[in-house]
């Protein structure tokens, strides 16, 4: 069983920027896939941005593109989504997730690509 424990979130103005931070208490956790995902009331869960396990390689959703950056340090068993020049359309929940090892590109826009989520942590940017 992974747990992974989301912090980081909170209230910003447009244009601010916030960066969440995700800890797993995995042993596998340089094995894994990690995503983000957002969603707000009454809306289905959205991918945010993804990285694979070993080389990093980085996948986003076209509305964070170029906005959002993610990373992870795999000594600390950490993810981090980096937030810049935030809109009021990013106010949701935000939830780490934490999925397999060999994944195409196009697996990590997907939710039933992950088996593991974490308790989520809310961003609100004002206008």
């Known amino acids: 069983q992974v747990q992974l424990v989301e912090s980081g979130g909170g209230l910003v103005q447009a244009g601010g920027s916030l960066r969440l931070s995700c800890a797993s208490s995995g042993r596998t956790f340089s094995r894994e896939a990690m995503g983000w995902f957002r969603q707000v009331p009454g809306k289905e869960r959205e991918f945010v941005a993804g990285?694979?396990?070993?080389?990093?390689?980085?996948y986003y959703a076209e509305s964070t593109k170029g906005r959002f950056t993610i990373s992870r340090d795999n000594a600390e068993n950490r993810v981090y989504l980096q937030m810049n020049s935030l809109k009021p359309e990013d106010t949701a929940v935000y939830y780490c997730a934490a999925g397999g090892t060999y994944y195409r590109g196009t697996d990590y826009f997907e939710t039933r690509a992950y088996s593991y989520w974490g308790q989520g942590t809310q961003v609100t940017v004002s206008s």
């Open positions: 990285i694979s396990p070993s080389v990093g390689r980085t």
